[in-house]
């Protein structure tokens, strides 16, 4: 079993910066990626992107790229996801899953975490 807990969620203005933490444990050894995905209300949930636990190879939604990064602490067996230049339409509750493979597609990830929420104000 994998055990994901997500947490620095909060409130901040359009333009500015939030860092999302994602600690993991147990058999995280069995997790190709971390990947974070948000689903706002009334939507699906939607692919953020992922971090390879091997490498630290990393993929991005085109709705983030630019603005959002993702790194790992293998020390703390902990990934973060680095928000930056945020806009209304990230608001949203932001998960990290385990990937079993190298993939966007949220039916090969399992173990979500509880989620944090992000608000980001106009």
């Known amino acids: 079993q994998v055990q994901l807990v997500e947490s620095g969620g909060g409130l901040v203005q359009t333009g500015g910066s939030l860092r999302l933490s994602c600690a993991a444990s147990g058999r995280t050894d069995r997790c190709v990626t971390l990947g974070w995905f948000r689903q706002a209300p009334g939507k699906e949930r939607e692919f953020v992107g992922l971090?390879?636990?091997?490498?630290?190879?990393?993929y991005f939604a085109d709705s983030v790229k630019g603005r959002f990064t993702i790194s790992g602490d293998s020390a703390k067996d902990t990934v973060y996801l680095q928000m930056n230049s945020l806009k209304p339409e990230d608001t949203a509750i932001y998960y990290c899953?385990?990937?079993?493979?190298?993939?966007?597609?949220?039916?090969?990830?399992?173990?979500w975490g509880q989620g944090t929420q992000v608000t980001v104000s106009s």
């Open positions: 971090i390879s636990r091997s490498g630290g190879r990393t």
């Open positions: 899953a385990c990937g079993r493979i190298f993939t966007t597609n949220k039916r090969d990830f399992d173990s």
